[in-house]
């Protein structure tokens, strides 16, 4: 069965701290996806990062990165230089089955409430 | 840039009363998600729908909970008799397959306050 674990519940940072928000993920499949979300205050669901299983390069994305470890079924991402805009609930998702099917649904961690405090 | 469509934004309903939210997918999306997040709390698959056939329905509340999407197209979700504990906000989600190749697109959701 796929679950994904977000350890951390809620994280307090000054403004300008860096930041990583840890993401571990169970499947028994050798392909599937795994996604970062922002919710913001408003509710709406943003879609940050996809990378599937056979892509274990680090990503950069301006002050956002993301380690992928399959070794240690890993996921997490790092805001750098955090900034107020910054708060929100961030997901970890993931989905099985990668090309076989299109009947893949996506799982979501429980989150992470991160507060940017000026 | 295409979206998913909701409607209500939000919704305040007694209980016991009927409810229905509306969704309408990007223009050719098969693949129709909808889901439940609990204040507080991850969201949970209720309903996935493959043009207009129910894939997975295995987390719906099925004595009060329904949804459709006759011509495959726009979808709608019902609940009769709601419960307090229906609170929640409840999200739809396109795709045009599977949401790992093809990527996920999510509506900005129903807020749904039953009192």
């Known amino acids: 069965a796929q679950k994904v674990t977000q350890a951390q519940t809620e994280i307090s940072v000054v403004e300008k701290e860096d930041v990583t928000l840890d993401c571990v993920y169970e499947?028994?499949?050798?392909?599937?996806?795994l996604f970062w979300y922002k919710q913001p205050p408003s509710g709406e669901l943003v879609f940050l990062i996809r990378?599937?299983?056979?892509?274990?390069q680090n990503e950069i994305s301006g002050r956002y990165s993301w380690n992928f470890q399959k070794s240690t079924s890993s996921f997490n991402f790092t805001i750098t230089a955090s900034q107020v805009v910054d708060s929100a609930v961030y997901f970890c998702?993931?989905?099985?089955?990668?090309?076989?099917?299109?009947?893949?649904?996506?799982?979501f961690g429980p989150g992470t409430s991160l507060s940017v405090i000026p | 840039e295409a979206e998913v469509a909701q409607s209500p934004r939000y919704k305040i309903t007694e209980k016991s009363q009927a409810v229905a939210f509306w969704c309408d997918p990007i223009?050719?999306?098969?693949?129709l998600y909808w889901y439940r997040q609990i204040l507080g709390q991850g969201p949970e698959l209720l309903v996935q729908?493959?043009?207009?056939?129910?894939?997975?329905d295995s987390q719906l509340p099925k004595d009060r909970f329904s949804a459709e999407r006759l011509k495959g197209v726009d979808s709608t979700l019902k609940i009769q008799p709601a419960e307090l504990g229906d609170s929640a906000m409840y999200l739809c989600?396109?795709?045009?397959?599977?949401?790992?190749?093809?990527?996920?697109?999510f509506g900005s959701g129903t807020r749904l306050t039953v009192v």
């Open positions: 989600a396109s795709s045009l397959g599977g949401p790992g190749p093809y990527g996920y697109t």
């Open positions: 499947t028994r499949d050798t392909t599937y996806y």
């Open positions: 990378r599937n299983s056979f892509d274990e």
């Open positions: 998702a993931l989905s099985e089955g990668g090309m076989k099917t299109s009947y893949d649904k996506v799982i």
């Open positions: 223009s050719g999306h098969a693949t």
């Open positions: 729908f493959q043009d207009e056939s129910v894939v997975d």
